[in-house]
Structures are given as C-alpha cells and as structure tokens.
C-alpha cells in the first residue's frame, strides 16, 4: 500500500531534527454545504536541518519516530 502523503508549511524548526508542518484542507460543512478551511499540524524529521520555518514542503508517513513524530520530510515543493 502506499504510503500517504500531504502537503504543508514549516510552522516551526525550533526542535533538534524535527519541524512542525501546519497542513491545510478545505471541508464542506454538512448541513449548509458551506467550505471552510481546516489545519492540523504535523511534527515531521528533519534531521539535516535543511528546511526552515516558511518552507512549503512534502511530508510523507514514516515509522513511529517518538510519540507525536510519525512522519518525515520528502522535499520541497
């Protein structure tokens, strides 16, 4: 099965070999059938540090790294 990947921005590259990625969706609300923007943010590895806070990057699913790090960075967009 392949594996999932999103797209996102690098919120924050203040962690050792980790960066935050805030990933943005658009929903469709189900009564109103209104869309609105939704985010969640990802902790992803970055262990060359070569991406910073502003980046736009792909993230793809990895191996439990820690407890919140289950994913890992392919490359920019």
């Given at each position: 099965?392949?594996?999932?990947?999103?797209?996102?921005?690098?919120?924050?590259?203040?962690?050792?070999?980790?960066?935050?990625?805030?990933?943005?969706?658009?929903?469709?609300?189900?009564?109103?059938k209104?869309?609105?923007?939704?985010?969640?943010?990802?902790?992803?590895?970055?262990?060359?540090?070569?991406?910073?806070?502003?980046?736009?990057?792909?993230?793809?699913?990895?191996?439990?790294?820690?407890?919140n790090?289950?994913?890992?960075v392919?490359?920019?967009?």
């Amino acid at each position: 099965m392949p594996k999932k990947q999103l797209k996102g921005k690098v919120i924050s590259d203040k962690m050792q070999k980790t960066i935050v990625v805030r990933v943005e969706t658009i929903k469709v609300h189900p009564k109103y059938k209104k869309r609105f923007k939704a985010h969640k943010n990802f902790k992803a590895d970055n262990s060359n540090n070569e991406y910073h806070t502003g980046d736009k990057v792909i993230i793809e699913e990895a191996v439990p790294m820690s407890k919140n790090k289950k994913w890992k960075v392919v490359g920019k967009m």
